[in-house]
C-alpha cells in the first residue's frame, strides 16, 4: 500500500501504555462463554486458540454482551508512531469513501473514534481485552484494537501484508457503517422470522467484509494499491474463515455453530463489495 508515514488523525484514540484495567472476571467470563459454547472440550482446547474462531465481533448486544474474536498476545509499545501512523491513514481513508458515498445518498456520515489499547480496556459494551481482538462497538460507536493482534494475524493466521492489516480495520468500520444505516432492524426482523441467531450473525459478518470491499475498490482509484495488495486481503479473509479456524482449533468443522462465515463466503463477499463498489451488492441480510 502507498501511504503517508507522518499520518495523523484526529479519530484515534491512544490509550496504550496506560493499563487499561479490566476486572479480574473478564478471564473467567471468558471461560464460561467457551463452556457454553463448546462444552468441556472448548475449555481443554483453550480459550486463546478458539477465541480466533470468532475473529472481528460486530460489538455488544443488549445488556453489555460480548462475543468472542480472534486471539492477540503481549502489548506494543506505546511509542510506535509508524502504526499509529498507518492505522489512522487507513481510518481516515476508510470513513472518507464511506462519507463520500453518505453524501451521494444525502446522507451524513458521522465519523467513529478508533481506540488502540493495550492488554484490556473498557467501552461501551463492556470490558475489552487482547485476547478477543478487534471489535466494534455499536453502543459509544467505537473501533477497538490491541496492535499486537497484527503479529497474530502474520504469525499464527499466515495473513501478512500491510493490506491484510487494513482490512481489519475496513472490516470494523463496515459494522459502523451498519450501525448508522439501521441494519440492527434487518437483523431482529429475520430473528422474529425464526432464522437463528448465529446465522444471522453470518449475514451481518459477510456485509461487513463487503463493505470493507467497497473500500478496497474507491482505494484502486486513488493509487494507493499495489500489486499483492487485494490478495493480502482475499488471504487474511480466508485465514479467518469459521470452518478454517474450527479445523485449526478443534479438528473439525461445525457450520451449526458458524457467527462470521466459512473462507469461501467471506472471499466471496469481499469480492463482490470490490468488484461493484456499491452498496447494493452487499445486502446479505435480504438475500436468500
Not at 499520518?7 to 471461560?31: F, T, Y
Not at 475498490?217 to 487474511?236: C, Q, W
Not at 457467527?259 to 469480492?271: A, I
Request: hydrophobic content about 40%; some cysteine; glycine content about 14%.
Amino acid at each position: 500500500m502507498r501511504w503517508d508515514r507522518d499520518h495523523r488523525s484526529g479519530d484515534i484514540v491512544d490509550q496504550r501504555g496506560g493499563g487499561g484495567g479490566g476486572p479480574a472476571g473478564a478471564g473467567v467470563g471468558m471461560l464460561f462463554w467457551l463452556l457454553s459454547r463448546f462444552g468441556f472440550k472448548g475449555l481443554l482446547i483453550g480459550g486463546a486458540v478458539l477465541a480466533a474462531a470468532y475473529f472481528f465481533m460486530p460489538g455488544a448486544i443488549g445488556m453489555g454482551e460480548q462475543r468472542a474474536v480472534g486471539p492477540t498476545s503481549g502489548a506494543e509499545t506505546a511509542g510506535n508512531d509508524e502504526a499509529k501512523a498507518f492505522v489512522g491513514f487507513v481510518l481516515d481513508d476508510v470513513q472518507s469513501t464511506w462519507q463520500q458515498i453518505f453524501a451521494e445518498r444525502g446522507k451524513r456520515y458521522v465519523p467513529a473514534k478508533l481506540v488502540l489499547f493495550t492488554g484490556t480496556t473498557r467501552s461501551g459494551c463492556g470490558y475489552g481485552s487482547a485476547e478477543v481482538g478487534p471489535f466494534y462497538c455499536p453502543s459509544d460507536q467505537r473501533v477497538y484494537i490491541d496492535l499486537s493482534f497484527y503479529r497474530e494475524l502474520d504469525r499464527r493466521f499466515g495473513a501478512p501484508g500491510d493490506f491484510a492489516q487494513a482490512y481489519v480495520i475496513a472490516h470494523e468500520i463496515g459494522h459502523h457503517v451498519q450501525t448508522l444505516l439501521g441494519i440492527e432492524s434487518k437483523k431482529q426482523a429475520l430473528m422474529r422470522n425464526g432464522e437463528p441467531e448465529n446465522a444471522v450473525s453470518v449475514r451481518q459478518e459477510l456485509q461487513a467484509d463487503c463493505y470493507a470491499g467497497i473500500w478496497a475498490h474507491a482505494t484502486s482509484r486513488r493509487n494507493i494499491l499495489e500489486g499483492g495488495d487485494v490478495e493480502e486481503g482475499l488471504r487474511a479473509a480466508a485465514a479467518i474463515g469459521d470452518d478454517a479456524l474450527q479445523r485449526q482449533a478443534q479438528g473439525e468443522v461445525r457450520p451449526e455453530s458458524w457467527t462470521h462465515g466459512s473462507s469461501e463466503q467471506r472471499v466471496t463477499w469481499f469480492k463482490r463489495g470490490y468488484a461493484a463498489g456499491s452498496v447494493e451488492a452487499c445486502d446479505t441480510l435480504g438475500a436468500r
